[in-house]
């Protein structure tokens, strides 16, 4: 990735960027514990846009920035 990011949906951006598993995340939007731009999000497959909106999850700004992993052998 070059750093710039499309809408994602809430529930696929979540765990790449947090330690949530997706059905954790679901189930953690459902119960309200994340926020986009200040308000309170209970659609899992909710559009955002990482490098625009605002988003906590579990009291916890969460960056855009996506983690990648490389093996070296």
């Known amino acids: 990735m ?3 990011m499309d809408f994602m949906k809430l529930d696929e951006f979540l765990p790449v ?3 949530g ?3 954790t995340v679901r189930e953690d939007i459902k119960a309200g514990k994340v926020t986009v731009n200040g308000q309170v999000i209970l659609k ?3 559009e ?3 490098d625009r909106d605002t988003i906590k999850y ?3 700004f969460v960056s855009n920035t996506i983690r990648e992993y490389f093996i070296l052998k």
Do not use: A, C, I, L
Request: glycine letters at 6%; aromatic letters at 0%.
């Open 2 to 4: 070059n750093g710039v």
């Open 21 to 23: 598993t997706k059905s």
């Open 58 to 60: 579990r009291d916890q």
């Open 48 to 50: 955002v846009d990482p």
């Open 17 to 19: 960027t947090s330690n």
């Open 44 to 46: 899992p497959r909710k």
